[in-house]
T-cell receptor, first 114, second 116 residues
Framework: KQEVTQIPAALSVPEGENLVLNCSFT??????LQWFRQDPGKGLTSLLL?????REQTSGRLNASLDKSSGRSTLYIAASQPGDSATYLC?????????????FGQGTELSVKP | ETGVTQTPRHLVMGMTNKKSLKCEQH?????MYWYKQSAKKPLELMFV???????ENNSVPSRFSPECPNSSHLFLHLHTLQPEDSALYLC???????????????FGPGTRLTVL
């Protein structure tokens, strides 16, 4: 059974710092991995999707890496800003015959202080 | 409206009530999903509908009853719920079978449900 773990559970940093969020998964047979952002009381916004054949994806100040063999992914946020404060969720997807089921971690709650 | 919308945004109900949550997607997608997000727990997939057929029921109690009348609308009918069912219920949509379910899922803002 696939399990996804995110460390740390919460993180507080001053504005301008570069930071790394970690995600690990127990079964390396994944189709892809996705990072989401969730603002308090709101739905999820997709940030980056990495296919299993890829090593990383970048969008603006965000860079996500994937090491499928070791069951790890990291989300790197450069020059953090107060607007980055949110909960960041990692999710892995099995193969298509599982109906596109996403398995989520519990998230990392990020607070960026001005 | 664009994207995925959910109504109501907040709902308080007693254990004997019957209510329904509504989700609507304006993205032309063929697959829709219900997720449950409880405090301090990961999101849990409840149901998947593809082309209006239910393709996954993730061991959800029968007091939750989904309905997908067309590819744009998804309902979650609730009856005789328990206090532990209080959670944020999120709806999502994606291209579905045409992409092998590998593409991005787009989420609605959720319905915050409280069961008294």
């Amino acid at each position: 059974k696939q399990e996804v773990t995110q460390i740390p559970a919460a993180l507080s940093v001053p504005e301008g710092e570069n930071l790394v969020l970690n995600c690990s998964f127990t079964d390396s047979a994944i189709y892809n991995l996705q990072w989401f952002r969730q603002d308090p009381g709101k739905g999820l916004t997709s940030l980056l999707l990495i296919q299993s054949s890829q090593r990383e994806q970048t969008s603006g100040r965000l860079n996500a890496s994937l090491d499928k063999s070791s069951g790890r992914s990291t989300l790197y946020i450069a020059a953090s800003q107060p607007g980055d404060s949110a909960t960041y969720l990692c999710a892995v997807r099995g193969f298509y015959n599982q109906g596109g089921k996403l398995i989520f971690g519990q998230g990392t709650e990020l607070s960026v202080k001005p | 409206e664009t994207g995925v919308t959910q109504t109501p945004r907040h709902l308080v109900m007693g254990m004997t009530n019957k209510k329904s949550l509504k989700c609507e997607q304006h993205l032309g997608h063929n697959a829709m999903y219900w997720y449950k997000q409880s405090a301090k727990k990961p999101l849990e997939l409840m149901f998947v509908y593809s082309l209006e057929e239910r393709v996954e029921n993730n061991s959800v109690p029968s007091r939750f009853s989904p309905e997908c009348p067309n590819s744009s609308h998804l309902f979650l009918h609730l009856h005789t719920l328990q206090p532990e069912d209080s959670a944020l219920y999120l709806c999502a949509s994606s291209q579905g079978p045409t992409s092998g379910y590998t593409d991005t899922q787009y989420f609605g803002p959720g319905t915050r449900l409280t069961v008294l």
